[in-house]
């Protein structure tokens, strides 16, 4: 055998992994909290649908939430709640005008309200970039923490022109409907 030589490392050596979130709960880093599972199901009432053409249209706005709108928000939330309606117009609490027909979906989706009216720590928010998906979330000020609570795929909540031009309810797919069946817990 032969003679072994030192190997020299020639790759600096990274700093430890640092988790933003402080042992008291308290974070600046902005958090999602998924723990409403629910949120990606799809009703459809009088006053407004989330359901889907399809599987194919179900992938193509899960990649834009996950891929864009959640990472975008969550790297910009100090602007956005500081400046609403500027850099981020699609980013901002909801209208009180908007917040009974949300809360009805809430009801439909999670089966109760979610919101107490006298927690002012508490309030609506949607979350969109600059297509027509829009997640409707609970901001929680205290923890610097969002529950999404259902998606307005289709710009419904606040209508708009531009993006209600197709037949939405002749769509019926649910991503909820068709994949929990088939989940063991």
Known sequence: MGKRGKVTNTVQKKKGITNPVHPEGISNTLSFDFS???????????????K??????????FFEIFQNILPTVQ???????????????????????????????IREIHGRPLLDKDDNTLNYWQLGLTQSIRVVAVYNQ?????F?????YHHLLHESIKYNQKDYDNYGFCPVCKYSKSIVY
Not at 38 to 50: E, G
Not at 52 to 61: G, M, T
Not at 89 to 102: M, N, Q, R, Y
């Open 52 to 61: 889907l053409k399809d599987e194919a249209q179900f992938a193509s706005y």
């Open 36 to 50: 409403y599972s629910n949120w990606l199901k799809c009703v459809n009432n009088k006053d407004f649908t989330n």
């Open 142 to 146: 205290e923890r610097n923490l969002i």
């Open 75 to 105: 790297k910009n939330w100090d602007i956005i709640k500081l400046n609403q309606k500027k850099q981020f117009p699609h980013c901002h609490t909801l209208a009180k005008g908007k917040i009974e027909t949300a809360e009805k979906v």
């Open 148 to 152: 999404p609570v259902f998606v307005d």
